[in-house]
């Protein structure tokens, strides 16, 4: 895990994401790399992961990577996500998302997160765009 993966799993621990179980082992300014194991409570009656949890999952990811991106004491929010549901992942499985730049702009920036199996098989194609939000002042 690098340092900024560490300091970001820190950073999160108690919100959200930690809850999801993602665990983080790249971020980079270029690229966000992380896991999850699809427990029982994040499926559907049909014991796949639920759209929900993989668009989470894909959204987290995006915005550390807008993280690592911003300027000292500006923020992020998430202002549009479109997620392609490309195949199931069952309950059990260990699920790995990669996140990188599409744009990182000053007001803007748009990410594209690939959701693949440990076999590498896509399960979901999520690009999101985060608004940057200044320091306040």
Do not use: Y
Not at 72 to 92: D, H, L, Q, Y
Request: charged share 20%; proline share 6%.
């Amino acid at each position: 895990m690098s340092d900024l993966a560490a300091a970001i799993q820190e950073r999160l621990r108690g919100l959200f994401p930690e809850l999801l179980g993602i665990r983080f082992t790249e971020v980079t300014p270029e690229r966000v790399v992380a896991e999850l194991t699809v427990r029982p409570d994040l499926c559907t009656a049909a014991e796949v992961m639920h759209g929900g949890a993989i668009m989470a999952f894909a959204d987290t990811l995006g915005a550390v990577g807008t993280i690592a991106n911003l300027p000292a004491g500006a923020r992020t929010t998430t202002i549009e996500s479109k997620t392609n549901f490309v195949s199931a992942a069952p309950v059990g499985s260990r699920v790995l998302g990669e996140s990188t730049p599409a744009h990182r702009g000053k007001t803007t920036m748009v990410w594209q997160t690939r959701i693949s199996s440990e076999s590498g098989k896509l399960l979901a194609l999520v690009t999101q765009t985060q608004m940057v939000l200044p320091a306040p002042v």
